[in-house]
């Protein structure tokens, strides 16, 4: 089917606060130093960087260190300072940071990949680092030892990971468009499912461990919730975005999902209201309306003799219709389109002026976003990309004091009943 083009609505963005500038290359992840005013970046240009910020409200790096190869991307553990590189070559460095955020020694090398380290995320509870690979594998190694402990093949690239720390699942993004769920074990894996739904590459994936939801976000600009705790194969489609969605994060407390594209656009989806599962598209070789024949029905074209039409999908009812008879354009946020598109006569009529109030604000980023990580506590949001420019913004998206500390479950015994119910903690 052809694309449509729609213009984005009109909406404010996230304020400035600073421009991070200096790298001579694309900026491959920004992560804020929490409780402290840094940023820690690495780049392209075979840089670690930790930046903190000064007097004179400019950040200015405290660390800058060069390794051997580009890299690609990183996995910080703030408790305990450990910093794991993933490089092009395909090993990931670990370094230690020291108290105060000016030096860093180097731990270990890991062996974990054939060729570039695509994601890749730090277990403390198993001392396990977890990494995916563009050598279409997954491996994890132990830290303690430096060995690997077990390695996955896909039948393509592995792009992205997330990992549930207290069951030791791994969910898997591929450039095939499928997610991988895996148990892993000491020197042993099963395969568990195969999460189907994009048609196209995975870019990013963000898990949330207290509702049980996976978030993915893909290059065919939709982003899929799979309510995995639900265990019904329930899936939520939110289409906002015009380019590849390359950044994910919930907000756990507000119900909110931030997801960036590498256009620039920012997108906020209300997560707290009754949505509903899009229907899958039916086959048939007629119109499911007119019972005109598409253009492949050989048979009916010749019994008929009538020229074969082209088939559409109707966005909410799923049927197979020809042109004629989906005519109509609407929004239907609460399908998560929020953009207009193809709906047939019968359910256009069917929808109210209220159906088409809009479920999630657009924000622009103003420059290429490849990585984005959030400080809900401060409010603050940093991004990065291509254009070797690193943002940190005073994000007004989510209410000031609002901690998403996974600290606070685990110190203040507050059950994930309690999470879900709750509209407002306190800062730690």
Known sequence: MAAEIHSRPQTARPILLNKIEGHSDAVNAAVLIPKEDGVITVSE?????????????????????????????????????????????????????????????????????????????FSLESEWVVSTGHDKSVSWMCTQSGSMLGRHYFTT???CLQYDHETQHAFVGDYSGQITL????????????????????????????????????????????????????????????????????????????????????IAVWNMDTQREEAPQWLDSDSCQKCEQPFFWNIKQMWDTKTLGLRQHHCRKCGKAVCGKCSSKRSTFPIMGFE????????????????DRTSLATFH???????????????????????????????SSLIPENTCMCPGCVKHRQITPKQIRESRSLKKC
């Open 339 to 354: 953009f207009p598109v193809r709906v047939c006569d019968a359910c256009f009529d069917t929808i109210k002026e209220e």
């Open 182 to 265: 895996l148990k892993l074990e000491k020197q042993t894996y099963s395969t568990i499912t195969t999460l189907k739904g994009h048609e196209g590459s995975i870019g990013t994936l963000w898990w949330d461990p207290i509702q049980r939801l996976l978030f993915s976000g893909a290059s065919d600009h939709s982003v899929i919730m799979w309510d995995i705790g639900g265990r019904k194969g329930r899936t939520l489609l939110l289409q906002g975005h015009h380019e590849r969605v390359q950044a994910l994060r919930y907000l756990q407390l507000t119900r909110q999902l931030l997801s960036c594209s590498a256009d620039g656009g």
């Open 364 to 394: 622009e980023g103003k420059h290429n976003i490849a990585h984005m990580d959030m400080d809900p506590s401060r409010g603050l949001m940093v991004t990065c990309g291509s254009d070797r420019i690193v943002k940190v913004n005073n």
């Open 45 to 121: 240009d075979r840089t670690i960087r930790v930046w903190l910020k000064r007097d004179s409200g400019q950040y200015w790096p405290s660390i800058y260190h060069t390794v051997s190869s580009p890299c690609s991307c990183m996995s910080y553990h703030h408790d305990s300072r450990r910093i794991f590189i993933g490089q092009d070559n395909g090993a990931v460095v670990e370094f230690l940071i020291s108290e105060d955020f000016n030096k860093m020694n180097h731990v270990k090398t890991y062996p974990a990949h054939q060729n570039r380290v695509s994601d890749m995320v």
């Open 157 to 159: 690239w592995a792009s």
